[in-house]
């Protein structure tokens, strides 16, 4: 994709995310002041979402953390609409400037002083007596988990139509590079270059099954099928779990579209913000100053 400077910016604010909306506008306001077309608009207004979607855009902001930048991405991705986040949430890892220093930064935007970091993205689509059922587009990962009960399941992972593996753990994730520093990294398994194009297998709580987690080559193509007697469901991205049936099957691929995200950092950048996170996890450091998370004094 070629580097130039945004004319027509749509500006994604997540519109449960205090003060989201109003960094957006004040974006918006600059971003015509220095001669651009921006639209500020919440995530889920239908009339900004068709826009995007339309292609109407060659750049979009996300306001928010983490998951609106994957709520944003799924409606970029599709259209090749660059994606650039400013973090108003708590963690915003994928983000790449803040609510702090977005003024001092955007000026590389218009000046073209920015490079482009494509982001795998996985194709997913469940199968049912053999028949292909809804296709996901996925930009974190597929996870293969049980449901309601607290019971493991057995699941079987097939590459590229041959049987590799069993698991009788409480689920199964696939994940891009992006994915892996997400539920995958909660999980135990490894940290993955944003650069590379590999799928991630890592089980969850496995029990006296396969432990250890397993990189496929570019552009393998893996099969999770279901082999259980009480509730198993698939969630793309954190989204709301669908239910499967004992015998489902859900095919994971590379996808043929990237994500695109603006980064002004060099590439350094991503171990050294990884570093920074996990040595000071800001989700924690927010709950250990809520006095509301304390137990009562009467049964400490």
Request: with cysteine.
């Given at each position: ?7 027509k ?15 957006a ?16 608009g919440s995530?889920?207004?239908q ?19 983490d ?62 007596d ?12 597929v996870?293969?988990?049980r449901g ?14 041959a ?43 496995p ?25 198993a ?10 239910h ?29 913000n ?23 004094k009467?049964?400490?």
């Amino acid at each position: 994709m070629t580097i130039k400077p945004p004319q027509k910016v749509a500006m994604l604010a997540h519109p449960n995310i205090p003060h989201a909306m109003e960094v957006a506008q004040e974006v918006s306001a600059y971003l015509h002041d220095e001669g651009l077309s921006a639209q500020a608009g919440s995530l889920y207004d239908q009339e900004l979402r068709s826009a995007v979607q339309a292609g109407e855009f060659d750049l979009a902001i996300a306001f928010g953390g983490d998951g609106t930048m994957l709520r944003a991405g799924h409606l970029c991705a599709p259209v090749d609409i660059p994606l650039l986040g400013i973090n108003i949430g708590h963690f915003g890892f994928l983000a790449e400037l803040s609510r702090e220093n977005w003024r001092e930064v955007l000026p590389r935007l218009m000046a073209g002083e920015f490079r482009y970091e494509e982001r795998m993205m996985l194709s997913a689509c469940c199968i049912r007596d053999g028949e292909q059922q809804t296709r996901f587009d996925v930009i974190n990962d597929v996870v293969v988990a049980r449901g309601q009960y607290v019971r493991p399941i057995e699941v079987e992972a097939y590459l590229n139509g041959a049987y590799i593996a069993s698991y009788v753990a409480d689920g199964l994730i696939a994940a891009t590079p992006t994915g892996s520093t997400a539920y995958a990294l909660a999980a135990g398994g490894p940290i993955l270059p944003p650069e590379i194009r590999n799928i991630l297998l890592m089980p969850v709580a496995p029990h006296l099954s396969v432990d250890r987690a397993v990189v496929l080559s570019e552009g393998a193509s893996v099969v999770i099928k279901v082999r259980t007697k009480h509730e198993a469901v698939v969630s793309i991205d954190g989204q709301d779990p669908i239910h499967l049936e004992n015998g489902d099957g859900v095919r994971i691929n590379a996808h043929k579209k990237s994500l695109f995200m603006v980064r002004f950092e060099d590439p350094g950048y991503f171990y050294r913000n990884l570093t920074a996170y996990m040595e000071k996890n800001p989700l924690i450091s927010i709950k250990s100053n809520d006095k509301s998370n304390e137990f009562p004094k009467n049964i400490q």
